[in-house]
Structures are given as structure tokens and as C-alpha cells.
């Protein structure tokens, strides 16, 4: 009897070397939503730190404005669902402008009803996206008269230079109209907008937390998946019977047989 060694096996076909694949796999993914959370929580912290001015706020966007009608008008509820805009989450919003004409400036802001009673005939075009179109601008005559003597403001500045408006969010249906203060047609102005974002450190905070427990998780099933070991086979041992001598018989005929 002999025995003869087989080479081992290098790695099991089922198994070891699927799971190590999606380990691997499931961390690059995981990895990838932590370095979106953590960019997200960098940025509202750098906001929150550095772009936040003296006055405790927030930058959302500066334009320029200009439009041949007598008004200007904005809507203070902006995307996104009515519970965002009329809470605390924002606290108060500011503008601030500057008219690009010879006229004063004059900001209000009022019940959406109310604006519209008083712009009723009177040419305007309406802020989308931080801009005036043509798409967005109304044909009309001019207003009925000057904006300042009109009592349905809820806050108001008019003047030369750059005129600060200041807004604490509030439930209901408002909008913001920019005009010259003669309600004059050629209303150009540049300005822009910001708020407090009381929430804003929480939420930068918040943001950091989810994506360095993402990013944890998905180190964690990298480094499982490079270690993984392959399961390998113990080499086996065959076992052989000898193979038998061949025997000669002699037969009566005197011939020899092998068998």
C-alpha cells in the first residue's frame, strides 16, 4: 500500500471569496454617503462661522434687479413646504438694496391680497429665482400713487443709498415689492437677502456626527473585506492498494498462462 499527498486547495470557490467582494463593496458605498455628509456639515458650518456677519446673519443671495414696469415683487414664501418659511427656522430675514437709479428707493412688505389690490392695473414683474425675467413681467399703467401713502405695510423703508428692510418670519401669505418712492416706472436696483438660521449650528453638528458614523462604518467593512483571509483545504492523503505481481501457470499442454 502506498500514499500519495494532494496539493492544497488555494481557496474555496463558495463562500470567502463572495463575501470579501461585498465587504468591500458595501464600504465603498457607505464611504461615499459619509464624505456627502460630512461636505454638507462642513459647509453649514463654515456658514454658520464664517460667512455669519456681525449681525448674527446668514448670506442666502445677492442680484441685480431691473424691470421697465413700476414694481418689482417677491414672494417670502419660498420652495420647500409652508411650515419652513413660517417657523423659527430661518428667525428673522433682512434685505438690504440699493436703487441703481436716480430715484429713492422704496421696500415694503404686505399681505399678498392687499399688494396686489393696491398694483391692481399697474405694470410689475415678479422675482423668480433671484432674478427678473420676461416671462415674468406684467403689462400695466402706473400705480395709483407712491407706495409710502399707502397703509397696508407691514414694515417699509424708502431713501437714497442702500435701504435695509428687516423681517421676522411670520404665518400667512406676504410679499415684498421694491418701487421707486415717486412709484415711477424703471425700477433697478441691486441687493440681496439673508437670515439668522438660528438652527443652523445644530444641524452642522447633526450633519458631522451621521457621516463620521458613516464614514466608521464603512472604514470598518473595508478593512474587513482587504484582511479577509481565504479558507484553505488540508492537503489529503490517497491511499493506494499495491497492484499485484502476475502469476504464470503451467498448464497440461505445457503452455504457460499469466494470470
Known amino acids: 500500500m502506498s500514499e500519495q499527498t494532494v496539493a492544497p486547495i488555494a481557496e474555496r470557490a463558495s463562500g470567502s471569496g463572495r463575501r470579501r467582494v461585498g465587504s468591500l463593496i458595501a464600504g465603498s458605498v457607505v464611504c461615499v ?9 462642513g459647509w453649514a458650518l463654515w456658514e454658520d462661522r464664517i460667512d455669519r456677519d456681525a449681525s448674527g446673519f446668514v448670506p442666502i443671495g445677492t442680484t441685480s434687479l431691473r424691470t421697465e414696469t413700476y414694481a418689482i415683487v417677491g414672494n417670502l414664501h419660498g420652495a420647500g413646504p409652508s411650515w419652513l418659511w413660517e417657523s423659527g427656522v430661518f428667525g428673522d430675514s433682512r434685505v438690504r438694496a440699493t436703487s441703481e437709479s436716480q430715484q429713492p428707493l422704496f ?11 393696491y398694483l391692481r392695473g399697474a405694470g410689475y414683474a415678479t422675482i423668480d429665482s433671484f432674478e427678473v425675467r420676461a416671462d415674468t413681467t406684467h403689462a400695466g399703467g402706473p400705480p395709483s ?3 409710502a401713502r399707502e397703509p397696508i405695510w407691514v414694515a417699509s423703508t424708502q431713501g437714497t443709498g442702500q435701504q435695509t428692510l ?3 418670519s411670520r404665518s400667512g401669505d406676504w410679499s415684498i ?6 412709484a415711477g416706472s424703471g425700477v433697478s436696483l441691486h441687493g440681496g437677502a439673508s437670515a439668522e438660521f438660528p438652527m443652523l449650528p445644530w444641524v452642522a453638528v447633526g450633519l458631522l456626527v451621521i457621516g463620521a458614523g458613516w464614514a466608521f462604518i464603512g472604514g470598518w467593512l473595508l478593512v474587513r473585506g482587504i484582511n479577509r483571509r481565504p479558507r484553505r483545504v488540508a492537503p489529503e492523503t490517497i491511499r493506494s492498494e499495491p497492484t499485484p505481481a502476475p502469476v504464470t501457470v503451467a498448464t497440461t499442454t505445457g503452455e504457460e498462462v499469466k494470470a
Open 177 to 182: 415689492v421694491f418701487m421707486n418712492a415717486d
Open 107 to 117: 421696500i415694503g412688505i404686505a399681505h399678498t391680497d392687499d399688494l396686489f389690490h
Open 145 to 147: 400713487g407712491p407706495p
Open 166 to 168: 428687516r423681517w421676522d
Open 33 to 41: 454617503f459619509a464624505v456627502v455628509f460630512l461636505a454638507a456639515g
